[in-house]
């Protein structure tokens, strides 16, 4: 049995989501009407019914994302959404609150978000043996740690591969809450991580100015694909919920060419759905919105991941400014420029700048505003103005499966038979009295063009055969009703026919790897604590959001760490011993303060508000 590898796709909506698929995703995933931590994505029964229905054609998944905190109050609301997404047909639930796993459920499939703690072989084998499906790895795990997880349980793993990264372990940021009483595990991320900061050291020295510096690059790890799998990815998760159209086609169709091209070199793997794409585009992650990528830690920490000047999309690298000329710029590449497009520069002010471009004649680029940029600086263009036209329209992704057609003659008239790629068949009869062409020619040719008009059908003609006894005569229109009737039944044995994956929740009792669980479990409801204590855990604190102590709380956990990113990190830059800086470190936006604490052991930096006290590890 060849083993499926996935891509899957974010769905702000059903048109996004229906996008997603013409592009090449195998799954996708979107928002119901409640509980996705998107709160400005969330759907309609109707559109994720209508998304269900255009996925499963091409035997493609749709997974709806449950993924917040939930209250005791709104614990029943969520079993009855379960339970009708269960009846519109939906493949599977990404799930953060194990109080869904208490529930009386239907037999639908569920996810462990990457929210729920996905960094640990212990934790990940407890999430299996109780009935978890698929586990959503954590981002910040490197390449060895994922196989490692691999071997210690046979459960489906979900990676991130493309998209912006959460600075924070997922789950566990509550600069939002701190700040403002805005819960990201409540769908209402203010981004807190993307505000610009002065950093200041223990002397009360500024050693930084307004910088944005928590923010960081986006995420790309599409060349590690063959290193994933073989690491056990088995399904390869594009970000981007909130992304605009012309971003899912871009991200889908250049991960589906990355994945195509490994499936072609690995026969043991195959694509899991239907269906070939055709693009009108030439995809790359860098057209599309981006701040630079990073491959974070999958290859451990080995450079820089920081996005400081902007946390906004810094998009592709055009070339240096060569110099101004009069009212324009002359720009290396700038031939490659066009009217419309918004450029991207750092200024002297070491901050993110831009202007659009009112008209490229011959590598001159005229602006919509003359500003002063040195000699020298790299140009990005942010917003490529002809791209984007090329890719919004509908026809620049298409998705078709293949078919052969073969016409024969019977008692009664003749016989069409459409069988796809996947070995599905359809036959459609037509009644008609057998003539010989005039002069006895034969019309096959006329035919054959007929039949392969399949148009604005999801299918394609790759193959079709007549099989005649004498030159018959068929009206055209006879031979296009019945190429019109054999499709449509086709469609209709393919999602007659769709099989999708149950998997009953049975309790289970099994130990918890832990006995104590801090707020970072994010326990906000009875449900969630029941489940818990069923599997011997004694000791549970609420989540952050039932129990905030203003002012002293710890609001963040990360790998991401300033001091390696400023190269003072005793491990990795001991050549600046003796430029160590003097802690507790502090960063300071407006009237917010936190505390950095470095935690050298693990390789984390904690985030804590002003008034908190902990103690400063020595350096060793």
Same mark, same amino acid.
């Given at each position: 049995?060849?083993?499926?590898?996935?891509?899957?796709?974010?769905?702000?909506d %059903?048109?996004?989501?229906?996008?997603? &698929? /013409?592009?090449?995703?195998?799954?996708?995933?979107?928002? #119901?009407?409640?509980?996705?931590a998107?709160?400005?994505?969330?759907?309609?029964?109707?559109?994720?019914?209508? %998304?269900?229905?255009?996925?499963? %054609?091409?035997?493609?998944q749709?997974?709806?994302?449950?993924?917040?905190?939930?209250?005791?109050?709104?614990?029943?609301?969520?079993?009855?959404?379960?339970?009708?997404?269960?009846?519109?047909?939906?493949?599977?639930?990404?799930? $953060? @609150?194990?109080?869904?796993? +208490?529930?009386?459920?239907?037999?639908?499939?569920?996810?462990?978000?990457t $929210?729920?703690?996905?960094?640990?072989? !212990?934790n990940?084998?407890?999430?299996a043996?109780?009935?978890?499906?698929?586990?959503?790895?954590?981002?910040?795990?490197?390449?060895?740690?994922?196989?490692?997880?691999?071997?210690?349980?046979?459960?489906?793993?979900?990676?991130?591969?493309?998209?912006?990264?959460?600075?924070?372990?997922?789950?566990?940021?509550?600069?939002?809450?701190?700040?403002g009483?805005?819960?990201?595990?409540?769908?209402?991320? #203010? $981004?807190?991580?993307?505000?610009?900061?002065?950093?200041i050291?223990g002397?009360?020295?500024?050693?930084?100015?307004?910088?944005?510096?928590?923010?960081? !690059? @986006?995420?790309?790890?599409?060349?590690?694909?063959?290193?994933?799998?073989?690491?056990?990815?088995?399904?390869?998760?594009?970000?981007?919920?909130?992304?605009?159209?012309?971003?899912?086609?871009?991200?889908?169709?250049?991960?589906?060419?990355?994945? @195509?091209?490994? %499936?072609?070199?690995?026969p043991?793997?195959?694509?899991?759905?239907?269906?070939?794409?055709?693009?009108?585009?030439?995809?790359?992650?860098?057209?599309?919105?981006?701040?630079?990528?990073?491959?974070?830690?999958?290859?451990?920490?080995?450079?820089?991941?920081?996005?400081?000047?902007?946390?906004?999309?810094?998009?592709?690298?055009?070339?240096?400014?060569?110099?101004?000329?009069?009212?324009?710029?002359?720009?290396?590449?700038?031939?490659?420029?066009?009217?419309?497009?918004?450029?991207?520069?750092?200024?002297?002010?070491?901050?993110?700048?831009?202007?659009?471009?009112?008209?490229?004649?011959?590598?001159? &680029?005229?602006? /919509?505003?003359?500003?002063?940029?040195?000699?020298?600086?790299?140009?990005?263009?942010n917003?490529?103005?002809?791209?984007?036209? &090329?890719?919004?329209?509908?026809?620049?992704?298409?998705?078709?499966?293949?078919?052969?057609?073969?016409?024969? +003659?019977? =008692?009664?008239? *003749?016989?069409?038979? #459409?069988?796809?790629?996947?070995?599905?068949?359809?036959?459609?009869?037509?009644?008609?009295?057998?003539?010989?062409?005039?002069?006895?020619?034969?019309?096959?040719?006329?035919?054959?063009?007929?039949?392969?008009?399949?148009?604005?059908?999801?299918?394609t003609?790759?193959?079709?055969?007549?099989?005649?006894?004498?030159?018959?005569?068929?009206?055209?229109?006879?031979?296009?009703e019945?190429?019109?009737?054999?499709?449509?039944?086709?469609?209709?044995?393919?999602?007659?026919?769709?099989?999708?994956?149950?998997?009953q929740?049975?309790?289970?009792?099994?130990?918890?790897?832990?006995? $104590?669980?801090?707020?970072?479990?994010?326990v906000?409801?009875?449900?969630?604590? !029941? *489940?818990?204590?069923?599997?011997?855990?004694?000791?549970?604190?609420?989540?952050?959001?039932?129990?905030?102590?203003?002012?002293?709380?710890?609001?963040?956990?990360?790998?991401?760490?300033?001091?390696?990113?400023?190269?003072?990190?005793?491990?990795?830059?001991?050549?600046?011993?003796?430029?160590?800086?003097?802690?507790?470190?502090?960063?300071?936006?407006?009237?917010?303060?936190?505390k950095?604490?470095?935690?050298? =052991?693990?390789?984390?930096?904690?985030i804590? +508000?002003?008034?908190?006290? *902990?103690?400063?590890?020595?350096?060793?």
């Open positions: 049995m060849k083993k499926k590898i996935e891509i899957l796709a974010p769905a702000k %059903l048109l996004h989501g229906m996008a997603a &698929i /013409n592009s090449g995703a195998d799954a996708v995933y979107i928002g #119901a009407p409640q509980f996705g998107r709160s400005n994505a969330h759907n309609s029964m109707e559109d994720v019914a209508a %998304l269900v229905q255009y996925a499963h %054609l091409y035997h493609a749709v997974f709806v994302v449950i993924n917040t905190i939930l209250y005791d109050n709104e614990l029943e609301t969520c079993r009855q959404m379960i339970w009708e997404l269960y009846h519109i047909g939906v493949d599977a639930l990404i799930i $953060q @609150d194990m109080a869904i796993m +208490e529930m009386e459920l239907p037999p639908i499939v569920l996810h462990a978000s $929210q729920a703690n996905n960094r640990d072989p !212990k990940i084998k407890f999430l043996d109780a009935g978890i499906k698929r586990v959503v790895l954590a981002r910040e795990l490197n390449l060895h740690q994922i196989k490692e997880i691999s071997e210690a349980t046979d459960v489906e793993l979900e990676f991130f591969v493309t998209g912006a990264l959460c600075v924070a372990f997922s789950g566990n940021c509550y600069m939002s809450v701190a700040n009483e805005r819960s990201a595990n409540r769908g209402s991320c #203010a $981004q807190n991580c993307r505000l610009p900061y002065n950093l050291d002397h009360g020295d500024t050693l930084i100015k307004n910088s944005h510096l928590l923010s960081i !690059k @986006d995420f790309d790890v599409t060349d590690q694909i063959p290193n994933l799998i073989e690491a056990g990815i088995v399904s390869f998760k594009i970000e981007g919920r909130l992304k605009d159209m012309v971003y899912v086609k871009n991200n889908v169709s250049f991960l589906r060419k990355k994945i @195509d091209a490994f %499936l072609e070199q690995n043991n793997y195959t694509k899991a759905s239907s269906g070939k794409c055709t693009f009108t585009f030439d995809s790359e992650l860098n057209r599309t919105f981006n701040r630079g990528y990073t491959d974070y830690f999958v290859n451990e920490r080995y450079q820089a991941i920081g996005s400081w000047e902007s946390p906004k999309s810094k998009g592709q690298y055009i070339g240096k400014l060569i110099k101004t000329i009069g009212n324009s710029y002359e720009i290396e590449n700038g031939h490659l420029l066009n009217n419309g497009d918004g450029l991207c520069f750092i200024n002297e002010n070491n901050e993110a700048d831009g202007i659009y471009v009112n008209k490229a004649e011959n590598g001159i &680029i005229y602006p /919509n505003v003359l500003k002063e940029i040195k000699d020298g600086t790299f140009i990005y263009r917003n490529d103005a002809a791209f984007i036209k &090329i890719v919004e329209r509908e026809d620049s992704a298409v998705r078709k499966i293949g078919t052969t057609l073969h016409l024969t +003659e019977n =008692k009664t008239g *003749f016989e069409l038979t #459409a069988t796809d790629e996947d070995g599905y068949v359809s036959k459609v009869h037509l009644e008609h009295t057998k003539e010989t062409t005039k002069n006895n020619l034969s019309i096959e040719d006329n035919i054959k063009t007929q039949l392969a008009k399949t148009g604005f059908t999801p299918y003609a790759d193959e079709i055969t007549i099989q005649f006894s004498e030159n018959w005569f068929l009206p055209i229109s006879k031979v296009n019945m190429r019109r009737t054999v499709y449509e039944q086709l469609t209709e044995i393919r999602l007659a026919n769709y099989n999708r994956e149950e998997h929740i049975v309790k289970t009792d099994h130990p918890f790897p832990v006995d $104590q669980l801090d707020f970072t479990y994010n906000s409801n009875k449900m969630a604590r !029941k *489940f818990y204590e069923r599997h011997g855990v004694t000791e549970i604190e609420k989540a952050f959001e039932l129990q905030w102590d203003p002012g002293k709380s710890r609001v963040m956990t990360t790998k991401y760490c300033i001091k390696y990113e400023l190269e003072r990190c005793p491990k990795y830059h001991p050549e600046h011993r003796d430029k160590k800086v003097k802690e507790p470190l502090v960063l300071k936006q407006g009237e917010l303060e936190y950095l604490k470095f935690n050298c =052991k693990p390789c984390e930096m904690e804590w +508000e002003k008034d908190a006290e *902990f103690e400063i590890e020595e350096e060793e």
